[in-house]
């Protein structure tokens, strides 16, 4: 069996823009889901999980999609990709997979991009060599959309697949999906600047299968269609959002509307080689807005970015689709752990569970690794 491994992600900055036609700035995170693959014959697929250890799941290939609703909630995202390379006329003869997650679940780190992606550059090389990356990441977010249920935009499987070491990826979403090249790798070092990037998993789980992400989108789209718009990307100033009329919907709208400009400050910092110190205000106004306009904060993800400012931090957000999930805080390196500690001890005091902490650089995206 050969090996490929894709990772999970955090935004710099972008959040719930990517369905709205707009622009994001992930890193692919250095944690990983490796999936062992080889062909077989005889039409079965069978998959295994490291993480569901005697929970494999054996299937026909051609009749996956006959047995979506029996197979488990987990199984549903690699057996997804293998019935989405089907459904486009890619010939899978069988099938072995092993799949093994680092990309910690729920966490709001992409954890189902990184196993989805893990399986479809594997099924490319096995498979269908001619399929290029902008399918590629199509192919992993049908499969979570229309096969497991998760009503994803592309941020997660771009990043999977599109993000390199050392680099920002900077992802215009409309002109990437109408086939235009649509992004563009910054340089990101925080080192050279002597900082890092501190991740607070707050331990909330957070679902995409749950409801709130999906009304987040209808809401979008209803205020777009309001606007006469084809999507909140093309609002051309924040002044216009006085047209709609439900309050709610133009809160989102504004969220979104900020946010892509957030997106195109940053990204510009970036490519100037400014101090990333310069960006921490614009991620702060990135979760008062996510929190106050778009509601997708939780108390504890409010609580790790307010500890996390008040013990220096230059910014902190929480990234990610929210309703539980992690913050990112730009920290200089000789106080990261001063930092970690400061919201550990705040969680402590705000009776909520111990956060996990760790720090991040930006890694390479899907890959063979063997
Ligand atoms: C989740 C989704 C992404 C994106 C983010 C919010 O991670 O999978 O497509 O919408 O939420 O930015």
């Known amino acids: 069996m050969r090996t490929w491994v894709a990772p999970g992600r955090v935004n710099i900055i972008g959040e719930h823009t990517d369905y709205n036609d707009g622009f994001v700035l992930p890193i692919a995170l250095p944690l990983v889901t490796r999936c062992a693959a080889e062909t077989t014959v005889g039409g079965l697929v069978r998959v295994e999980s490291r993480q569901r250890p005697g929970e494999a799941v054996r299937a026909e290939v051609d009749?996956?999609?006959?047995?979506?609703?029996?197979?488990?909630?987990?199984?549903?995202?690699?057996?997804?990709?293998?019935?989405?390379?089907?459904?486009r006329g890619h010939s899978v003869p069988g099938l072995m997979l092993e799949l093994?997650?680092?990309?910690?679940?729920?966490?709001?780190?992409?954890?189902?991009?990184?196993?989805?992606?893990?399986?479809?550059?594997?099924?490319?090389?096995?498979?269908?060599?001619s399929v290029a990356d902008r399918e590629l990441i199509d192919i992993a977010r049908a499969a979570e959309n229309d096969f497991a249920g998760a009503p994803t935009?592309?941020?997660?499987?771009?990043?999977?697949?599109?993000?390199?070491?050392?680099?920002?990826?900077?992802?215009?979403?409309?002109?990437?999906?109408?086939?235009?090249?649509?992004?563009?790798?910054?340089?990101?070092?925080?080192?050279?600047?002597?900082?890092?990037?501190?991740v607070i998993d707050t331990g909330q789980p957070h679902e995409l299968v749950d409801g709130g992400y999906a009304r987040r989108r209808d809401q979008c789209e209803a205020a777009a269609a309001e606007l006469g718009v084809p999507a909140l990307r093309d609002v051309a100033a924040e002044a216009d959002l006085a047209r709609i009329a439900d309050t709610v919907c133009r809160r989102r709208?504004?969220?979104?509307?900020?946010?892509?400009?957030?997106?195109?400050?940053?990204?510009?910092?970036?490519?100037?080689?400014?101090?990333?110190?310069?960006?921490?205000?614009i991620l702060v106004a990135g979760h008062a807005s996510l929190r106050d306009d778009f509601e997708v904060s939780t108390a504890a993800l409010d609580t790790a970015v307010a500890a996390a400012l008040?013990?220096?931090?230059?910014?902190?957000?929480?990234?990610?689709?929210?309703?539980?999930?992690s913050a990112i805080a730009l920290v200089d390196r000789e106080r990261t752990e001063a930092v970690a500690a400061a919201v550990g001890e705040r969680f402590a005091r705000s009776g909520l569970a111990e956060p996990r902490t760790f720090v991040v650089v930006p890694a390479d995206g899907a890959r063979r690794e063997s």
Request: proline share 5%.
């Open 63 to 87: 009749e996956l999609a006959a047995a979506r609703d029996r197979l488990p909630g987990w199984a549903r995202y690699p057996l997804g990709v293998v019935a989405e390379f089907v459904r």
């Open 310 to 325: 008040d013990a220096g931090a230059h910014g902190a957000r929480m990234v990610g689709g929210g309703f539980g999930g």
């Open 153 to 198: 935009g592309v941020l997660d499987q771009s990043a999977a697949v599109l993000c390199t070491a050392g680099h920002a990826l900077f992802l215009d979403v409309r002109r990437f999906t109408a086939g235009a090249s649509g992004y563009e790798q910054i340089p990101f070092d925080l080192a050279a600047f002597g900082l890092q990037l501190l």
């Open 100 to 129: 093994d997650g680092a990309v910690p679940i729920g966490a709001g780190l992409s954890s189902s991009a990184a196993l989805s992606c893990s399986v479809a550059i594997a099924l490319r090389d096995l498979c269908a060599p």
């Open 253 to 281: 709208a504004r969220h979104v509307v900020t946010e892509n400009a957030r997106v195109v400050a940053v990204a510009e910092k970036l490519r100037q080689g400014a101090d990333p110190r310069e960006i921490g205000p």
